[in-house]
T-cell receptor, first 113, second 114 residues
Framework: KNEVEQSPQNLTAQEGEFITINCSYS?????LHWLQQHPGGGIVSLFM???GKKKHGRLIATINIQEKHSSLHITASHPRDSAVYIC???????????????FGKGTLLTVNP | DAGVIQSPRHEVTEMGQEVTLRCKPI?????LFWYRQTMMRGLELLIY????????DSGMPEDRFSAKMPNASFSTLKIQPSEPRDSAVYFC????????????FGNGTRLTVT
């Protein structure tokens, strides 16, 4: 069974700070997702990556397949970045299911003005 | 594009009652997923449909839960009879499929069973 661990569970930052959220998993995967969930519940897919690094605006996601580890970075953080960030991994050959994801418990980020 | 539409947004019901949650996936998406989110367990896959056919229902907790997808634009998740431990947020998500297709979530239905 694949376990997905996120750290920290909770993170409080001041506006403008550089944020890093970590995700580790225990078995080989075919892809990793970073999701954002705002208060009020909607979930948005931020990144899907299987190697290297992706960047979208102030968000950067990296993955190290050998170390089974991914990080989500937020540069110049802003109060509107306050949300729960969820890491999810997809196992290879997931019985035909492209999205049999295993989710981490999430990291609650609060960015204060 | 209206996104994935779920209804109702909130449902409060008494133990023993039947609950039906509804989902309209994004037009053109051929894969649909029902997830449940709780504080204790986080997000869990309940069932996955591909081209309206249930592919993997191993996450459905017990026989009280059933899901259908009668056509490409509609799916339901039914709980009968409901129990307090079913209280959670239920999300529907859809995708075009394929390795690089992103997953699009609905806004969820918050279910409270008293």
């Amino acid at each position: 069974k694949n376990e997905v661990e996120q750290s920290p569970q909770n993170l409080t930052a001041q506006e403008g700070e550089f944020i890093t959220i970590n995700c580790s998993y225990s078995v080989g995967i075919s892809a990793l997702h970073w999701l954002q969930q705002h208060p009020g519940g909607g979930i948005v897919s931020l990144f899907m990556l299987s190697s290297g690094k992706k960047k979208h605006g102030r968000l950067i996601a990296t993955i190290n397949i050998q170390e089974k580890h991914s990080s989500l970075h937020i540069t110049a953080s802003h109060p509107r970045d306050s949300a729960v960030y969820i890491c999810a991994v997809r196992l290879p050959n997931s019985g035909g299911s492209n999205y049999k994801l295993t989710f981490g418990k999430g990291t609650l980020l609060t960015v204060n003005p | 594009d209206a996104g994935v539409i779920q209804s109702p947004r909130h449902e409060v019901t008494e133990m023993g009652q039947e609950v039906t949650l509804r989902c309209k996936p994004i037009s053109g998406h051929n894969s649909l997923f029902w997830y449940r989110q709780t504080m204790m367990r986080g997000l869990e896959l309940l069932i996955y449909f591909n081209n309206n056919v249930p592919i993997d229902d191993s996450g459905m907790p017990e026989d009280r839960f059933s899901a259908k997808m009668p056509n490409a634009s509609f799916s339901t998740l039914k709980i009968q009879p409901s129990e307090p431990r079913d209280s959670a947020v239920y999300f529907c998500a859809s995708t075009k499929g394929g390795f690089h297709s992103p997953l699009h979530f609905g806004n969820g239905t918050r279910l409270t069973v008293t």
